[in-house]
């Protein structure tokens, strides 16, 4: 077990061993196709709380044959990110901002429509990149590190505005992070992160880790990175979007303002104590569930061909109980999942092979239209129900649980 990725401490726990399994999007052509396999565990410091995944794999065999690497088609909450931003009156159109991990662009370019002038973003994605080009986004390419962001100031000077969207989980070595930040911004100047919430995991038993994910955040560990990079909390507020996400702007002081605030650590291991002895009960409850299904005589599938849904099925150890994953994606149809093996489909195999429970693990946005382009699946008696928190089409068992 590693040192905590946020504070350096050393004394770990173990909160889940999820054993051996493979990469979650890792599809395969052929079910008998050998996979690399990894030992998932989450781990909790006992000193500042931060949660975290154990030895997180090699970035070259990770990153390896990417089926998507294009942003999300819907960001619904864009507009309300954008709002918040206009309504910083430190920051002007001719503001310097900088958005890391600016991926194809398109956040960049919806702050250019609000007449921001002065957009740089950078991203180590190629085709991200060149998506990016397309719209007019100019963009660095490579990780953000402290020598990016020293060759950033030289060019650019500091930023006023430091943007990083769904970045911050990602990222191994948070110090080199927090160093590059201070580094890139101006004493003064605005900090916007976006990160899951695994607050929404811990209180919804959602168990489903995604090895790209390092690091998982609650406001108060995502406060604690703040304080420790010298930035204060100026706003926070929740955002349903692919699960839950965690908004938060901060002003950057300067290093003199670090500080390191650990008061909700005793509330946050209780939460974290729960979260683990929930587990082994939880993955029971489902298993029945899904038996009582079969032999009620309903096969089964699962909507949604993603991390969350391939770890969901080989975490809790599902795969005798389904009989596909079905996706709209035409890049994953046809393939395999990794560990279950189970193929994936079109979404027509729901009246083909005569599926009676559909398990929708798309993003909470997604549902509703899923839904309804197969009314025709609800009319021959099929049923749905979610399988991704915080949706209201959990199972009945599921709600129960979160009463
Ligand atoms: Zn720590």
Avoid at 320 to 325: E, G, M, R, S
């Amino acid at each position: 077990m590693d040192d905590c990725r946020l504070c350096g401490g050393k004394d770990m726990e173990l909160v889940l061993d999820m054993g051996e399994h493979p990469i979650a999007h890792h599809y395969k052509e052929d079910p008998a196709q050998e996979e690399y396999r990894h030992i998932v565990g989450l781990s909790f410091c006992k000193q500042c709380g931060h949660i975290q995944l154990d030895d997180p794999i090699p970035a070259e065999i990770l990153y390896a044959n990417y089926i998507c690497l294009s942003s999300w088609k819907f960001q619904p909450h864009v507009p309300q990110l954008v709002n918040l931003i206009s309504r910083q009156t430190s920051v002007t159109k001719d503001s310097l901002v900088l958005e890391v991990g600016s991926n194809d662009g398109r956040f960049l370019k919806a702050l250019e429509e609000e007449g921001y002038r002065n957009l740089i973003g950078i991203e180590p994605a190629e085709d991200a990149r060149r998506s990016a080009a397309e719209k007019g986004v100019i963009t660095i390419p490579g990780f953000f590190d402290k020598q990016k962001a020293w060759g950033f100031v030289q060019e650019h000077g500091q930023c006023d505005l430091f943007i990083s969207r769904q970045v911050l989980e990602h990222i191994k070595d948070l110090n080199e992070f927090m160093e590059a930040m201070r580094i890139v911004i101006k004493p003064g100047g605005l900090v916007l992160i976006e990160v899951p919430n695994f607050m929404m995991n811990l209180e919804m038993f959602d168990y489903t880790l995604w090895e790209e994910h390092v690091n998982y955040f609650t406001f108060d560990t995502l406060n604690n990175f703040f304080s420790r990079t010298g930035i204060v909390e100026l706003h926070r507020e929740k955002v349903v979007f692919s699960g839950e996400i965690l908004v938060v702007l901060g002003q950057y002081i300067g290093p003199e303002a670090k500080e390191t605030k650990i008061d909700y650590v005793a509330a946050l291991t209780k939460k974290v104590e729960k979260y683990k002895r929930n587990w082994s009960d939880f993955r029971g409850r489902v298993q029945t569930y899904l038996l009582d299904q079969r032999k009620a005589g309903k096969k089964i599938a699962v909507y949604g061909a993603g991390s969350r849904t391939s770890s969901f099925v080989n975490f809790l150890g599902l795969k005798d109980y389904l009989d596909c994953f079905l996706d709209d994606q035409v890049e994953k149809q046809f393939k395999y999942m990794p560990g279950s093996q189970l193929p994936i489909l079109p979404s027509k195999a729901l009246y083909e092979r005569s599926i009676g429970v559909c398990l929708l693990g798309v993003n909470f946005e997604c549902e509703d239209k899923v839904v309804t382009n197969h009314a025709e699946f609800l009319r021959r008696g099929g049923e749905f129900y979610s399988i991704l928190p915080p949706s209201h089409r959990l199972p009945g068992f599921w709600k129960e649980l979160l009463v």
